[in-house]
């Protein structure tokens, strides 16, 4: 099969490392039977596999809503198969309920995570529910797959929004037309490091000379400072792009933020993009993952499930569950810690950082866990944020 997106030339590569045949693995999908960028394939679902969608989950009902409505169309696209869907937090049923209704009748559950950026959710949180829910289900096989991270396919949805954008401005000089991506922000250096990869991913792709990231919350700089240096830089036009794939408070408190702002500089004009996360690109990335997951690609699976380093940062006390306690191991001793921040950094190169943090409701925990390695357990915690400087 062809893939729509095709490579583009400057030659980025595909951060999920999927350019590979899917071989024979049984599942839900034949060999190479779902590929990025193809429409909809109905393939016969392996009796007793079920996919899980993990949500973050919103204080707002209407984002909710949307992920629900996410997962019916996602059905509609594959008939064949048994989608489940739970939520880490706000909304029912809730990650471990999930699981165990996911496990119900199953032989094998594929857990997806439906959110952008790997912290704390995805690298601590959800693994150990998978381990919570194995202890359980012994009989059932349980597979973690990758959050759909920054990659070509979003990148795709992003400058699908900012066409929208500037089609509202009636298509000024995009030299003079600054743009800000912004991101939910995190205590993982490495989740805000995909937001400003894909903002340099914009500025390559098209003539706009000002590309810039911002954040909601935890980490700086806040969109009002970024609007201003590009005020001050000229920009008679700027365009506000959200990096969330669902409505929420903090969709509502961007709005207003605009709003604002539009009063604050009357000589510059603004455009800002809805969330998104019914596109196309997003079916196809869940479908990917459950495509290589069944193949057992090598690097189908999120490397923090079973992780030997984000267990030592479970024993040193980072990371919990919303929903239940279950017993620590014994407190890692003084070398095994030491052994653990200085690891070597090509033993375990999942490149990603362990820290803990929460999306919808505004906070962190700031366990912004530190190893060579490139996952980041220190077991130091982040500097707490001034009251009201979280999203």
Not at 60 to 72: K, L, S, T, W
Request: glycine content about 10%.
């Amino acid at each position: 099969m062809t893939h729509l997106h095709a490579p583009h030339a400057h030659g980025h590569s595909h951060e999920h490392g999927h350019g590979h045949d899917h071989g024979d693995g049984a599942g839900l999908a034949p060999a190479a039977a779902v590929r990025i960028g193809v429409g909809a394939v109905a393939v016969p679902a392996q009796a007793g596999t079920t996919v899980l969608l993990v949500g973050h989950g919103s204080r707002e009902p209407e984002g909710n809503d949307e992920i629900h409505a996410f997962v019916r169309q996602w059905r509609e696209r594959q008939p064949g198969w048994r989608i489940e869907v739970c939520f880490i937090e706000f909304a029912p049923p809730g990650l471990h309920d999930g699981l165990l209704l996911a496990a119900k009748g199953s032989s094998r559950v594929l857990v997806l995570p439906l959110i952008l950026n790997a912290a704390g959710h995805v690298k601590m949180e959800i693994p150990e529910a998978i381990e919570h829910a194995r202890a359980h289900c012994p009989g059932v096989e349980f597979l973690y797959g990758p959050h759909l991270t920054a990659c070509e396919p979003i990148l795709a949805i992003l400058q699908r929004q900012l066409r929208r954008c500037m089609q509202k401005l009636d298509m000024p000089d995009p030299t003079t037309t600054g743009v800000v991506l912004l991101g939910r922000g995190s205590s993982d250096r490495q989740a805000n490091g995909d937001v400003a990869k894909m903002a340099r991913w914009l500025q390559e792709d098209s003539h706009h000379e000002l590309v810039e990231i911002a954040f909601t919350g935890i980490t700086w700089p806040r969109l009002e400072r970024v609007v201003q240096r590009q005020a001050l830089l000229g920009m008679k036009q700027i365009v506000v792009l959200p990096y969330y794939l669902y409505t929420g408070t903090l969709m509502q408190r961007i709005a207003r933020q605009v709003e604002h702002l539009r009063v604050q500089y009357p000589q510059v004009r603004f455009a800002q993009s809805a969330h998104f996360g019914m596109e196309r690109e997003i079916f196809e990335l869940l479908e990917q993952r459950v495509a290589d997951l069944q193949a057992g690609l090598p690097d189908s699976r999120l490397p923090c499930d079973g992780c030997k380093y984000r267990e030592i940062a479970h024993e040193l006390g980072h990371g919990h569950s919303h929903e239940h306690t279950h017993a620590h191991a014994p407190a890692a001793p003084a070398e095994a810690a030491a052994e653990h921040a200085h690891a070597d950094e090509h033993a375990h190169g999942h490149g990603h950082d362990h820290a803990h943090g929460h999306g919808d409701h505004g906070h962190e925990h700031g366990h912004a866990h530190g190893h060579a390695h490139g996952h980041d357990h220190h077991p130091a915690h982040a500097v707490p944020q001034p009251a009201g400087a979280a999203a």
